[in-house]
């Protein structure tokens, strides 16, 4: 989903500015810049991720302006290179969308909020619940933060989306839920099928490079 022009008042697009900026801030401070300098196939697959991503937000549908629908891709990014690398990752795409069109600049930051720190957020949160409630275990982090993670950051990303545009007054509960909200589901599961599967294959052939799995804890140990 995203924010078209002039669809939004001010201060939506002066509050998640401030968001985002500072949280895009912290971001560069926590990213590990050394160990990317030092590594050289860290830094293709993060351009090569970076550039996938570009990709797969220009593919987009919808009828009504902010209502479009577009595979998000954040769970992987989030899981794969961390919360931190994902954000500024993200970044440069929302950019790149906006340079050619696909996005507003009038709205970049309240996307940014909606299609990008939520979706984080809501991976990052699903990543501390399973290591602190379930089993150490290769199929759970899989399952659960891979594909139902990325599931719930789209219902995240979507429903804070659908709550702007319902609050700021530019469409009724009823439009948003016929044109959107009530597809909601179906969106989820491709999204998940797809994070899923790029983790899948991350973590068997080369686990090592998934920041947040614990190689010891959830193969080693078991």
Avoid at 139 to 147: D, E, I, Q, R
Avoid at 209 to 221: L, S
Wanted: hydrophobic content about 55%; glycine content about 10%.
């Amino acid at each position: 989903m995203g924010f078209s022009e002039g669809l939004v008042n001010s201060y939506w697009l002066f509050g998640s500015a401030v968001v985002y900026i500072f949280v895009l801030f912290a971001a560069f401070k926590s990213a590990p810049w050394r160990v990317i300098l030092q590594n050289r196939i860290l830094q293709h697959m993060l351009f090569g991720a970076t550039a996938l991503l570009m990709a797969l937000w220009s593919m987009r549908a919808g009828i009504s302006p902010g209502l479009e629908i577009h595979f998000l891709g954040m769970t992987v990014m989030t899981l794969v290179f961390g919360w931190d690398l994902a954000v500024i990752s993200a970044s440069i795409v929302l950019v790149g969308m906006a340079i050619i069109s696909k996005e507003s600049w009038d709205g970049l930051f309240v996307n940014g909020v909606c299609s990008v720190l939520l979706p984080i957020a809501a991976t990052y949160l699903v990543l501390k619940f399973t290591e602190r409630k379930l089993l150490k275990n290769f199929f759970v982090f899989l399952f659960v933060c891979g594909f139902i993670g990325a599931g719930i950051s789209t219902a995240v990303s979507g429903m804070a989306t659908s709550m702007v545009l319902v609050i700021d007054g530019v469409y009724d509960l009823n439009k948003i839920y016929h044109e959107y909200i009530r597809y909601l589901p179906l969106i989820m599961f491709p999204e998940g099928l797809m994070n899923g599967i790029f983790l899948t294959g991350m973590l068997v052939f080369h686990p090592d490079w998934v920041r947040t799995f614990d190689a010891k804890g959830y193969i080693d140990d078991q």
